[in-house]
T-cell receptor, first 110, second 113 residues
Framework: EDQVTQSPEALRLQEGESSSLNCSYT??????LFWYRQDPGKGPEFLFT???AGEEKEKERLKATLTKKESFLHITAPKPEDSATYLC???????????FGTGTRLKVLA | KAGVTQTPRYLIKTRGQQVTLSCSPI?????VSWYQQTPGQGLQFLFE???????NKGNFPGRFSGRQFSNSRSEMNVSTLELGDSALYLC????????????FGQGTRLTVV
């Protein structure tokens, strides 16, 4: 069964303290892996799509990487405005649905 | 350019009633998906449409239905509402036929009392 597990569930960082979020997945065949950011009461905001192992994408303080079993979202020198829930999702080949993990709640303290 | 628009933003319904939620995708996007988000289950897939055809359906009871119109706008309907249907319902659209890189709307918060 296709599955996505995110860790840790929650993370508190001091401003400037870099860290990584993990997304482990099991899927029959990977079409794409997606990272989203969600603020309370809002819809998920698209961040990155990764298609194949070894691929990396960057945007401001965020960098996403992909292996055959997991993806990491690296946050470099985070700021309080980076506080949000970060969601990982996968799409298997032959389907159009996304399977989401339960997310990592990130809190960055000033 | 305008994002995915969902209406209404908030809705309160009574058990046993039915409800229709609306989603207008980003202009040019033909793939539309629906998800239910609850604190206990996270985001769960409901259905996906492309050019008025339902291509995938999630594991929800038959009370949940949807459709897509020729202008790509989509609606979902929930009949005989139950307390457990209270959730944030999210719509997403994609420019790509394979539905990668989907962009979400702000959601409709449904409360069933």
């Amino acid at each position: 069964e296709d599955q996505v597990t995110q860790s840790p569930e929650a993370l508190r960082l001091q401003e400037g303290e870099s860290s990584s979020l993990n997304c482990s997945y099991t899927v029959s065949g990977l079409r794409g892996l997606f990272w989203y950011r969600q603020d309370p009461g809002k819809g998920p905001e698209f961040l990155f799509t990764l298609y194949s192992a070894g691929e990396e994408k960057e945007k401001e303080r965020l960098k996403a990487t992909l292996t055959k079993k997991e993806s990491f979202l690296h946050i470099t020198a985070p700021k309080p405005e980076d506080s949000a829930t970060y969601l990982c999702a996968v799409q298997a080949t032959g389907t159009y649905k996304y399977i989401f993990g339960t997310g990592t709640r990130l809190k960055v303290l000033a | 350019k305008a994002g995915v628009t969902q209406t209404p933003r908030y809705l309160i319904k009574t058990r046993g009633q039915q409800v229709t939620l609306s989603c207008s995708p980003i202009s040019g996007h033909r793939s539309v998906s629906w998800y239910q988000q609850t604190p206990g289950q996270g985001l769960q897939f409901l259905f996906e449409y492309f050019s008025e055809t339902q291509r995938n359906k999630g594991n929800f009871p038959g009370r949940f239905s949807g459709r897509q119109f020729s202008n790509s706008r989509s609606e979902m309907n929930v009949s005989t509402l139950e307390l457990g249907d209270s959730a944030l319902y999210l719509c997403a659209s994609s420019l790509r036929a394979d539905n990668t890189e989907a962009f979400f709307g702000q959601g409709t918060r449904l409360t069933v009392v």
